[in-house]
């Protein structure tokens, strides 16, 4: 593991970060603490590109140190009742930087398990001790006093770190009780981390799982008491990160039964329909999400995303999932096509589903679902298309005519034209029709 001596220097070398040694001359007793993933990412030797930098300020009242921030770039004040205040430099364009004073986090009495269950009171002057106690793991529970130079890990978080251990900080039950997302989070830790969760939390985790479909009862409150979003966004990081250790997880944890009940009865019928999922490879989410979802009606499998919050990824994540996209592929895999099949689809149709980016997509399915026969027709097939014109396997065919040529001969808008376009098509990707001037001609002979 990298060393703190390292870390300090790190900091000291991100322009985004220069703003601390201010604050440390103009607060000479405030004690300035750096928490949060980085510090845990660090240690581990992870990428440190887009890691999101958090700070726990002591000795300094909330006020002073908004109005000493407003003085030094911008501030987002929206968080300030829990203590928390979101804060970008000047002379820097990174995002918003984390800014907390240490502070308690109590269940309400009538908690049901949501984060909105959770009251949370900061003080300026609590030990930073107190505030590592509300932390969901260990691992995560560590601060580095940028004074001092000391690292405060009073839960033994770095030894867990040393042997890949995910371990919730004080009683496990309690622990995820207090924010039942707590379960996702280990779920996806111990995916992106590849950490083994210690038993007791393990435990704790798989006997709370059944609560993350509760429903709020209380009147004038209605919904789910883990908001489906927030079920989508750690199951998406968990996939994306390790298909499958997410998906053995999963199982393991009961989540599979509670959360994806349509693929858990598919499960029960055959032993071995996980295995495919099993096999893909970190970053194909897409493509374990649509194996996942492999044996599922349209229905099942739209309802399935829905109640998962597996279509509620924001757009411009790259974990962001294209219902529909998903759902046409599930209807090609389940095809059930020969290789003969192949060979005498029309080529229009054969373009729509093994041309392009989305063909390519599909081969690679079919193939890990072993039916390497029908690949190899496809591309075969796709690669004499390709000598024809001349292309690459992933650029588009351009048409030779479009439905407005057709209707310039004289035929009327409607099914027909796209009929004659699928005509033109099929003889143009065969390579029957090679010109513009011959796919006019093909048109007018249709019209006789």
Known sequence: MQTVEDF???????????????????????????????????????????????????????DLLIAWLQKHGSVDVVGKTFGVIKFRPNN????????ALPRTEQSTPDSL?????????????????????????????????????????PFRGQQDLENKTLRAVGHPHKRFQEDLTRILRGLRFACELNFTIEP????????????LNHLRKEEN????????????????????????????????????????????????????YLEP?????????????????????????????????????HKQSPRRLDTEHILWMIQRLQQHLTPQNISVMRASHFEKQ????????????????????VTDAAKKRRAEICAKWQCEEHEPIPPLITGDDILRQGIPAGARVREILELVRDQQLDGHILTREAAIRFVKQQME
């Not at 220097?9 to 949060?36: C, M, N, Y």
């Not at 979802?293 to 995303?305: F, K, M, S």
């Open 8 to 62: 300090l220097s790190w900091i000291q070398h991100k322009p985004s970060l220069i703003f601390l040694a201010d604050l440390a001359r103009d607060f000479k007793t405030a004690e300035v603490f750096f928490v949060g993933g980085a510090l845990r990412d660090w240690f581990l030797n992870r990428p440190m590109d887009h890691v999101d930098c958090d700070f726990v300020v002591r000795g300094i009242q909330i």
């Open 221 to 272: 409150a209605n919904g789910y008491i883990v908001a489906r979003e927030t079920i989508g966004d750690e199951l998406s990081k968990a996939f994306f990160a390790n298909p499958s250790q997410a998906i053995h997880l999963l199982q393991e944890l009961g989540a599979l039964e509670e959360l994806f009940p349509s693929v858990w009865r598919h499960l029960q019928v055959d032993a071995h």
């Open 200 to 211: 007791q939390t393990f435990e704790a985790m798989k006997a709370l799982v059944p609560e």
């Open 113 to 153: 398990g949501g984060y909105r269950d959770v009251l949370a009171q900061f003080n300026a002057t609590l030990p930073i001790t107190d505030d590592l106690s509300r932390r969901d793991f260990t691992v995560n529970a560590l601060a580095l006093n940028l004074r001092t130079h000391n690292l405060i890990d």
């Open 354 to 373: 093994f041309l392009g980016a989305r063909g390519t997509q599909h081969m690679n399915l079919l193939d890990h679902l072993g039916h390497n026969t």
């Open 92 to 99: 820097a364009q990174a995002a918003w930087i984390d800014i």
């Open 277 to 313: 999922v099993s096999r893909s490879k970190p970053e194909q989410l897409e493509h374990a999400i649509i194996l996942l979802l492999r044996g599922l009606t349209v229905d099942e499998a739209r309802t399935t995303l829905s109640f998962t919050g597996l279509d509620t990824i």
